[in-house]
Every structure is written in structure tokens, then in C-alpha cells.
């Protein structure tokens, strides 16, 4: 693990930055749906410019896991064979198109937020087929892609809600930011459990796989903490709707942060699983 916090840091924040994308494009889909573009680009604006950031941090954390960072343009020269060159473009990609979403006058982003969340998207796959290694027999299976897709959901949920908040003149809290509390809250519960069936499963099966999941079981704390923060954050995501506006968003913004902390933790244990085989 010591090795490896660039690369959790990037795939949670990366997989943060989707998850918004997805989260507001949708939330700007409603409302220039019950109200109008303008409208829509308004209460989504701040947020729109946090997906990129987001994007830029996971992108720079990422470089100091190579040995020379300036040699960094190298790791797309074998796009044709490797996984990880196509999840560097498509870290890319995401950054740029969620950049120009922000460069595009409100009522024209419609086609700039839906290629963003196809780039979104890509990158979330390319993500889960570089970690789908047959040497890693407990990240060689489908639940590498459920995990960095419930993170994606869970924080990009949370972030969403929060910048909703955050440029609302309502004082109610309204349908979009509704949404994005519920898929938050969802899918902060789903991460302990998918990493409960993950570590049974694994159990059940014998050499490095087995011995998986005797270290996971081992990590008692980390696997408390992720749940008390993944309960507390869920129980602000549930209760900021009724809150006053100020009160909201201060749930809010403590709910991000616990929800962050519990994806990290879990990123962590993810990280943990690396039990080789087969070398």
C-alpha cells in the first residue's frame, strides 16, 4: 500500500468527477425540462466547473506514481494492446470535455454534457478492464467494475447535491437535488455491502483468493470506519432535504467529506486484496 496512495487517490477522485457529470447533467436535463435551459445552466454552473478541477487533481496525483513525470506522455504509446495507455487518454478526454462544458454558453451544453458523460463513462470502464488482472484473482471479476461504479455514484452524488445547494435561491431543497441525495445515499450503502458478498465469495474459493479474503477480514478497522462513515454520511444525505437552506448545506458538505473518507477506505481495502498468483 505505501506505493500505491497516487493511484487510490486518482481512481477515487476520478471516478468523483463522473459520477458529478453524470449527476449534473442530469440535474440539468430536469430542469430545463420543468423550467428552461437558462435556468438550468444557472443552478448547475458551480458544479459544472468542479467536474474538471476534480478531473485535473486525479490526473496530477496520478503523476506521482511515475518515476519521472515528465515522461508521463509515454504511457498512451500502446493504445492497441494496453488497458492502462487507454485509461491515461480517457482520463484525458474526460478532462477536456468536461472543460469545454464549462467554456459553452448555458443553453447550448446539452451535447457537450452528454459527450462528457460518454467520456465519463469510458473512463470508468477503462479503469476497471486496467485492474482486471489475471494474476489478481480477486480483482480479475465483475465486482471491480460494481465497485468503481458504486464510487462513482456515491461521491458523485454527494458532490452533486451539494453544489445544487450551494447556488439555490430556494429555501425547499427541489426535485434534482432530491435525486442526487437519493442515488448517494444508495449507493454509499451498496459499497460495504458488494465488499461483504466480494469477501465471502472469495473465501470460498482456495490459494490466493482464500488468502484474500483472510487479510480482509483481518482489516477490522478500516472496514468499521468505511461503515460508521458511509451510515453517517447517508443519514445527512437523507435528512438535508428538510433542513433550512443553511443547515442543508452544511449536511452537505459534511456528507461529502464522509463520503469521501469512506471511499478512500474502501479503495484501501480494495488495494489490500492485491494477493498475486500464477507469477
Not at 492497441?80 to 477536456?96: D, H, I, T
Request: charged fraction near 15%; charge should be positive.
Amino acid at each position: 500500500m505505501k506505493g500505491d496512495w497516487s493511484l487510490v487517490s486518482f481512481t477515487v477522485l476520478g471516478q468523483a468527477a463522473v459520477g458529478a457529470s453524470w449527476g449534473l447533467a442530469a440535474s440539468w436535463a430536469l430542469l430545463a425540462a420543468r423550467a428552461d435551459r437558462e435556468i438550468a445552466g444557472t443552478a448547475t454552473a458551480w458544479g459544472l466547473a468542479t467536474v474538471p478541477v476534480l478531473a485535473a487533481l486525479a490526473i496530477a496525483v496520478s503523476l506521482f506514481h511515475l518515476g519521472r513525470p515528465v515522461r508521463a506522455w509515454r504511457a498512451v504509446a500502446n493504445l492497441r494492446v494496453s488497458w492502462l495507455s487507454r485509461e491515461v487518454l480517457a482520463a484525458g478526454v474526460f478532462f477536456v470535455a468536461s472543460a469545454a462544458v464549462v467554456l459553452v454558453p448555458g443553453p447550448g451544453r446539452a451535447p457537450f454534457l452528454a459527450l462528457a458523460g460518454v467520456a465519463g463513462a469510458v473512463l470508468v470502464v477503462t479503469m476497471a478492464r486496467t485492474y482486471r488482472m489475471r494474476t489478481v484473482p480477486a480483482w480479475d471479476s465483475w465486482t471491480t467494475g460494481a465497485f468503481f461504479l458504486q464510487s462513482a455514484l456515491a461521491s458523485g452524488g454527494a458532490v452533486t447535491a451539494l453544489v445544487l445547494a450551494l447556488r439555490s435561491p430556494h429555501e425547499q431543497a427541489g426535485l434534482a437535488q432530491v435525486c442526487a441525495t437519493a442515488v448517494g445515499a444508495l449507493a454509499l450503502v451498496a459499497g460495504p455491502l458488494l465488499f461483504s458478498r466480494w469477501r465471502r465469495t472469495l473465501a470460498r474459493h482456495d490459494g490466493a483468493a482464500h488468502e484474500t479474503a483472510d487479510r480482509l477480514s483481518r482489516d477490522h478497522a478500516r472496514v468499521r470506519a468505511r461503515w460508521v462513515g458511509a451510515i453517517m454520511a447517508v443519514a445527512l444525505l437523507l435528512a438535508a432535504p428538510v433542513l433550512a437552506a443553511p443547515w442543508r448545506v452544511a449536511a452537505l458538505a459534511a456528507a461529502v467529506t464522509l463520503a469521501f473518507t469512506a471511499e478512500l477506505l474502501g479503495r484501501i481495502l480494495f488495494y489490500r486484496a492485491r494477493v498475486r498468483t500464477g507469477l
